[in-house]
């Protein structure tokens, strides 16, 4: 079935750094997604993104989290700069939006650790 | 705010067993219901969905809505090993197609 690759699959960042997570969307997705989930949490709406533009996002998502699809290429999350409570498992998302479809792909998440 | 319970928080059956998961929301005017699976570091897969009140089936699989008791459940007839994983359900409100998860349920299904 249509896949969502996330990269890289961990990542460990000292406090105050940026960093950027990847997200390659399945191709022919129209929204794309940002969800978080701290370790025995549930998982919690970010943002989501449509047409170059944030549709809405959560107050999870603070004034050091971006999100960007430059020229259809990769979706990305970037914070910064990062703090001890981003450390998370980030899972992204999309759907085709075609027809009023709303089953979410997920890619297999980003555990990014922040020291 | 949606929010979005499961029960049990794990659940061991064995195999060839009905395996029953709950899930109850809090805002009446929920629209889009559905069932996601996880297994163990693989990314969320959806199961199944449904809008109106009522059953569905596909499968091994069932899932009974009932909106005025703001329920929804999941049945897993003759369980197998295969369904070890997380389940976990989502509910989306109005239109702005950004589901709440529960957090989740672990399902493990001894041979």
């Known amino acids: 079935g249509p896949k969502v690759l996330q990269i890289p699959s961990h990542q460990i960042i000292d406090m105050g750094q940026m960093v950027t997570l990847n997200c390659d969307p399945v191709s022919n997705h129209l929204y794309f997604y940002w969800y978080k989930q701290i370790l025995g949490q549930q998982m919690e709406f970010l943002v989501n993104?449509?047409?170059?533009?944030?549709?809405?996002k959560s107050k999870l998502f603070k004034d050091q989290f971006s999100v960007e699809r430059p020229d259809g290429s990769y979706f990305t999350l970037k914070i910064q700069p990062t703090a001890l409570e981003d450390s998370a498992v980030y899972f992204c998302a999309s759907r085709t939006g075609t027809g009023g479809a709303e089953t979410l792909y997920f890619g297999s998440g980003t555990r990014l650790t922040v020291l | 705010q949606q929010k979005v319970q499961q029960s049990p928080e794990s659940l061991i059956v064995p195999e060839g067993a009905m395996t029953s998961l709950n899930c109850t929301f809090s805002d009446s005017a929920s629209q889009y219901f559905a069932w996601y699976r996880q297994h163990s570091g693989k990314a969320p897969k959806a199961l199944m969905s449904?809008?109106?009140?009522g059953e569905k089936e596909e499968g091994r699989f069932t899932i009974h809505l009932n909106k005025a008791s703001l329920h929804f459940s999941l049945h897993i007839r003759d369980s197998q090993p295969s369904d070890s994983a997380l389940y976990l359900c989502?509910?989306?409100?109005?239109?702005?197609?950004?589901?709440?998860f529960g957090k989740g349920t672990s399902l493990v299904v001894h041979p």
């Open positions: 449904i809008f109106s009140n």
């Open positions: 989502a509910v989306r409100t109005g239109g702005n197609y950004k589901p709440t």
């Open positions: 993104f449509y047409n170059g533009k944030v549709m809405e």
